[in-house]
């Protein structure tokens, strides 16, 4: 049964169910969900109000509907996320995205700063792991990235002797958090002394810099990811429809 403590529309009480389920590992990624038929007795309501709430995750890219097969959970493999989640791409006419490979890496792994515990919504005597790395496109190093992510979810992870390449389908395969949502910010920044000799590029020369909060399927922040971009011949590219 569902239940209804805020008055919300009863196919977002069934969303909100499924996001749970998913969230708490109930279906793991790639695998079957439940016929809305199935969903619909079990939680005491119509076909159509299930269906409804699953257009609202297919439409979010929580699941993928596969004609004659069944939904399925969204899984992150290292295309899907790389073309859900980052937007870097060549410029018109083609906009044709662009795969950042990994080059320079390093994880650390220490207490959390007053901003860290503020962005990521951390209490007390948090620990965070940072990942510091640039990325290539056109085996050229183009963007410095510096990645936060709160210890208590991922432990282990600053053992791992080769992170891949997105970070979200190691996210979702090594520690069952699924990526829902990314809130980012852009600006316009000088290159440091850091930044310039990372990118073979000179100080104060201009970048892009993406500040993202990833977000995940319970709504906890588990990501700040502040990427610094060298876009002499590349975008940031989105389609608004």
Same mark, same amino acid.
């Given at each position: 049964?569902?239940?209804? !403590?805020?008055?919300? !529309?009863?196919?977002?009480?069934?969303? &909100?169910?499924?996001?749970?389920?998913?969230?708490?590992?109930?279906?793991? !990624?790639?695998?079957?969900?439940?016929?809305?038929?199935?969903?619909?007795?079990?939680l005491?309501?119509?076909q159509g109000?299930?269906?409804?709430?699953?257009?609202?995750?297919?439409?979010?890219?929580?699941?993928?509907?596969?004609?004659?097969?069944?939904?399925?959970?969204?899984?992150?493999?290292?295309?899907?996320?790389?073309?859900?989640?980052?937007?870097?791409?060549?410029?018109?006419? &083609?906009?044709a995205?662009?795969?950042?490979?990994?080059?320079?890496?390093?994880?650390?792994?220490?207490?959390? &700063?007053?901003?860290e515990?503020?962005?990521?919504?951390l209490?007390g005597?948090?620990?965070?792991?940072?990942?510091?790395?640039?990325?290539?496109?056109?085996?050229?190093?183009?963007?410095?990235?510096?990645?936060?992510?709160?210890?208590?979810?991922?432990?282990?992870?600053?053992?791992?002797?080769h992170?891949?390449?997105?970070?979200?389908?190691?996210?979702?395969?090594?520690?069952?958090?699924?990526?829902?949502?990314?809130?980012?910010?852009?600006?316009?920044?000088?290159?440091?002394?850091?930044?310039?000799?990372?990118?073979?590029?000179?100080?104060?020369?201009?970048?892009?810099?993406?500040?993202?909060?990833?977000?995940?399927?319970?709504?906890? !922040?588990?990501?700040?990811?502040?990427?610094?971009?060298d876009?002499?011949?590349?975008?940031y590219?989105?389609?608004?429809?």
């Amino acid at each position: 049964m569902v239940s209804t !403590p805020d008055f919300q !529309p009863l196919y977002k009480q069934v969303y &909100n169910v499924l996001v749970s389920r998913i969230a708490d590992g109930d279906w793991r !990624p790639a695998k079957v969900l439940p016929s809305e038929q199935a969903l619909a007795s079990e939680l005491g309501v119509s076909q159509g109000t299930v269906r409804r709430a699953m257009d609202a995750l297919a439409a979010e890219n929580l699941i993928l509907r596969h004609q004659g097969r069944g939904s399925f959970v969204a899984e992150h493999t290292q295309e899907h996320a790389l073309f859900r989640f980052f937007r870097l791409s060549r410029p018109a006419p &083609n906009h044709a995205r662009v795969t950042p490979t990994l080059g320079s890496e390093r994880i650390v792994r220490r207490p959390a &700063n007053d901003k860290e515990r503020w962005k990521l919504a951390l209490r007390g005597k948090a620990e965070v792991v940072e990942i510091r790395r640039t990325r290539l496109i056109d085996e050229s190093p183009r963007v410095v990235e510096k990645i936060i992510l709160p210890h208590r979810l991922f432990h282990g992870i600053e053992k791992e002797k080769h992170l891949p390449n997105t970070l979200y389908s190691l996210y979702q395969e090594g520690f069952g958090i699924s990526i829902a949502v990314a809130k980012e910010e852009l600006r316009a920044v000088l290159a440091n002394k850091k930044d310039a000799a990372a990118l073979g590029i000179s100080a104060g020369t201009p970048l892009l810099q993406i500040d993202r909060i990833a977000v995940a399927l319970d709504g906890q !922040p588990v990501e700040w990811r502040i990427s610094r971009c060298d876009t002499k011949d590349i975008v940031y590219a989105i389609e608004v429809k």
